[in-house]
Every structure is written in C-alpha cells, then in structure tokens.
C-alpha cells in the first residue's frame, strides 16, 4: 500500500509500506479522509520524542471497513488504545488510562491506504456524512470534552458568559464553534497568522484579532478562556485575562515553559483545567453534531490528495494556508 511515513525532523516521505492484516478483534479499514493535527506537525518539527521515525501519522481518520464484523460500512475512527480494565476506563475515563496509546504515536497510524485498528474503536457513519466531514470527529471530540468540563465549573450558565479562544487552528475555531452554538454571550479569537484570521472572520466567529500586532483585552475579562495552543507566553496571557472566578481550559501541548500565574489563580480563585482527548460519548457526540449540521457547512477544511502530504505539511508549517484544517486523501 502507499503510505506517508514520517523520516525525520521536517522529512516525509511517499512510499510503499507493506499492507496490515487485522488480527482477533481488529478490523481493516480502507482510509478515504485522515486529517493532519497539530500533534503531527509537533513530530514533524521534532518535537515529539514519542513519536519515533521511521512511523506513519495520522489519527483524525475515516473509511470504510473492508474486513472485520462491520465490513461494508462506513466508519469514523477511535484512534485512542487503552486497556478497558483500569480504574479509569471502567469509570468512563479512558483518556486517563495510564496505559493508553493512540494509532500514528506508538503504533502505526492513517496516513495510508489502509489502517488496522480494534473493531470496538469504530463508529458507524450516515451515508449523507462525507468521509472529510467525518474525520473531524475526534479533533472535535477535544472540543467538546474541554468546553463540557468547563460548564460544570463556571459560576454561570456559558450562555452568560464572556470566551476567548487562544489559536484559531482547528481545535480552536472547532471549540469556538460549539461555544457559538451553545449561545455564549461574547466571543473573542486570538489568532497570530494572517490567513487564518481571515477564516475565522469569514465564519463569523466573533471578535477575531492578531495578539502580537493588535490591542489585546484589558486585563480580567474573560469567564472562560481555552488555551488551545499551550505554550508559556498563551498561559501567561490566558491568566491575566481571566476575570476572577473564572476558567481557563488548557488544551494545547506545545511546550511546558514558565508563564501560568499561579499567584493570580489563587488570589482570584480562578480554576485551571488541563484536558487530554476525550471519552467515547464525547466521540459519539462530536460525530452527532457534525451530522446535524449545526456548525455550519465546515467548507473551511481544505482537502488534498495524500501524495501531496509533503506539500501539505510544509504549507502548515510556513503559515501558507488559511486553513485551519488539511485533510488527506488516499487514492485507492
């Protein structure tokens, strides 16, 4: 099968890669849509000592079963692995499993023709679903788990309250999106790349602004504030917008450099929430909610064939695309 294995610091490759064969339990899934996430581009900076080259990416996935007990249908993916026997995942935790794994980081993910993966990992998906639309069920997934987490420690309904979204990449205009539809009061999107702030405008995201060139909000504004970049300099921005009281939802992972103002969160009982994933109802909802169609016509994923991956990663990496989303497609 063809596949796009990830070599080395910057490097892909597009290649034959000997084709899986499903296992007790497992399913063999013909991959039609695999999106690239933030996650991938840590690897393919380096970034990500997990992430061990030679190794094919790629966990936002969706396709049709091809063999296993949902063989013929179509299918979104649970790319995340973990044991089923903890005291986490017995508790409908599984994001918490100490154990878990995640398809494209310890084992070989959706970059590719064809994907092995658990049969209970799978989702079955209406015909009037695309596979492209699809794939964004677990990048939504984390969406959702962090903005449902935050609602059950906000002082107030979140349709009372004032948001900010730091990063408009996908998991934050995806979060934005679903704070939009949750009705809240005011929304603001930090965004630093130029094309993509033209996206989110576009989508009507509210109050979009660029946090290096532009006036940022005065100091204790927000209820609610979602990190989705994580790194020193958004946590310390996510602390001194913070009103009192409030939240800040920490869902990137892009360094763990000094910059949370601890002193603040705790003179102003403002509460930190770090969230990893998602469960399998969080997956179950996103796949819900991107069927319903109530996020709008999502238009904004650009689509490319996964032989131009290369291409497609280096465009993410140069801040080319206003996209906030690139999903692959093998051509089969």
Known sequence: MKALVYT????????????PEPGAGQSLVKVEAAGI????????????????????LGHELAGT????????????????????QCRECLAGNPNRCQARDLVGLG???????YIVIDSRNLFTIPDSLSATHASLMEPLAVSLHAVAMAERVLTRPISESRALIVGGGAIGLLAALVLKQKGVRSLHVAETNAPRRATLEALDCGEVYDPITQESPADSTFDLVVDAVGSGITRA???????AGGVISHIGLQDNEPGLDTRKLTLQEITFIGHYTYSPTDLKAALNLIASGKLGSLDWVESRPLEDGANAFNAIHTGETASPKIVLHPEH
């Open 8 to 19: 080395g610091k910057l490097s892909l490759e597009f290649r034959d890669e000997p084709k």
């Open 37 to 56: 996430c933030g996650s991938d581009m840590h690897a393919y900076h380096g970034h990500d000592a997990r992430r061990v080259p030679p190794l094919i």
């Open 65 to 84: 079963v091809v063999e296993g007990e949902l063989k013929g249908q179509r299918v979104a993916i649970n790319p995340m692995l973990t044991c089923n």
């Open 107 to 113: 084992c070989a993910g959706g970059f590719a023709d």
């Open 237 to 243: 921005e996510s602390s001194r917008v913070a009103r």
